[in-house]
């Protein structure tokens, strides 16, 4: 039941409504007409949100094979998005937006990557060095060739906080090209992610 200042139902039904007559205590008398609301208190629930605490968070180590996938490979949109959700803790039941949740993200194959439809030969990255024509471009093969692993982080970054938050989750993915990675002290559990 709400408060009597916000129920405006009460209002309307004079059996709930009592008047009283009050008269003040100042030199000059004057009175004044109070209304006083009876209703029945109910028993409330206090519901409360819990918010994890940085010092509470239990963090996993968790395996990701970017060639299992259909066609030989990952699309690799969909695989950062599945990423960045992991290292941000969504997957939690103690998510809480303001503090680092997630756990360790590991991806191994990343050379095995794919993006759909006809992008891999229309993909470009463009960067401006500042100087007059130092218009630097690099197609997906160029990249491919030279550093598959810095595609993966490019996309699971662009899908993070940008904030310092964002930065921090960022620190706990690792990425490489081939099958091997050296974390297997940490026993990272692999997961299979599902690729609609």
Do not use: C
Not at 170 to 192: D, N
């Amino acid at each position: 039941m709400a408060p009597p200042w916000r129920d405006r139902s009460l209002t309307r039904n004079p059996a709930l409504l009592k008047l009283e007559k009050f008269t003040s205590t100042e030199p000059r008398e004057t009175s004044v007409l109070v209304t006083t609301v009876e209703y029945e208190l109910e028993e409330f629930y206090v519901k409360t949100t819990y918010y994890a605490k940085p010092g509470e968070v239990e963090r996993e180590w968790l395996l990701i094979d970017a060639a299992e996938g259909k066609n030989g490979g990952m699309i690799l949109g969909r695989l950062a998005a599945q990423v960045a959700a992991i290292l941000r803790g969504k997957h939690k039941p103690t998510f809480t937006p303001h503090v680092d949740t997630g756990d360790f993200v590991v991806i191994v194959n990343a050379d095995k990557v794919r993006l759909s439809g006809n992008k891999e030969e229309e993909k470009v990255w463009y960067r401006y060095t500042g100087y007059i024509g130092g218009l630097k471009k690099e197609t997906w093969k160029e990249a491919m060739e030279k550093h598959p692993e810095r595609i993966v982080e490019r996309a699971v970054k662009g899908m993070l906080p940008h904030s310092s938050l964002g930065r921090k989750q960022f620190t706990k993915l690792k990425v490489y090209a081939g099958p091997e990675h050296p974390h297997a002290a940490q026993k990272p559990v692999e997961i299979k992610l599902e690729e609609k």
